[in-house]
């Protein structure tokens, strides 16, 4: 099962512990990689939430809403995919 969250204004420390209490270990969003003053580091990594709770995060690095999945989006996903 994956989370997914595509938009929000915020991100709850405890989102990782209510996803495996639904047994959700996985978690996509694509807001943050559009953050102009702070870019954040990865595009793959482990959530812990305030309680310890991990679930593998991804941030899909085409930064975009609408990706077609065409050949230029997937080359572009792949030399911008910070956790490489």
Same mark, same amino acid.
């Given at each position: 099962? *994956?989370?997914?969250?595509?938009?929000?204004?915020? #991100?709850?420390?405890? &989102?990782? !512990?209510?996803?495996?209490?639904?047994?959700?270990? #996985?978690? *996509?969003? !694509?807001? &943050?990689?559009? $953050?102009?003053? $702070?870019?954040?580091? /990865?595009?793959?990594?482990?959530? @812990?939430? *305030?309680?310890?709770?991990?679930?593998?995060? /991804?941030?899909?690095?085409? $930064?975009? #809403?609408?990706? =077609? =999945?065409?050949?230029? @989006? &997937? &080359?572009?996903?792949?030399? #911008? /995919?910070?956790?490489?």
């Amino acid at each position: 099962k *994956v989370f997914w969250l595509p938009d929000t204004f915020g #991100y709850s420390g405890q &989102l990782p !512990q209510i996803m495996k209490g639904f047994n959700i270990n #996985y978690f *996509v969003s !694509q807001k &943050l990689s559009w $953050n102009l003053m $702070n870019k954040f580091p /990865h595009s793959t990594f482990q959530w @812990e939430g *305030v309680d310890g709770t991990q679930v593998l995060s /991804h941030f899909p690095p085409a $930064n975009t #809403y609408s990706s =077609a =999945a065409n050949v230029e @989006e &997937l &080359l572009r996903s792949c030399t #911008y /995919h910070k956790s490489k």
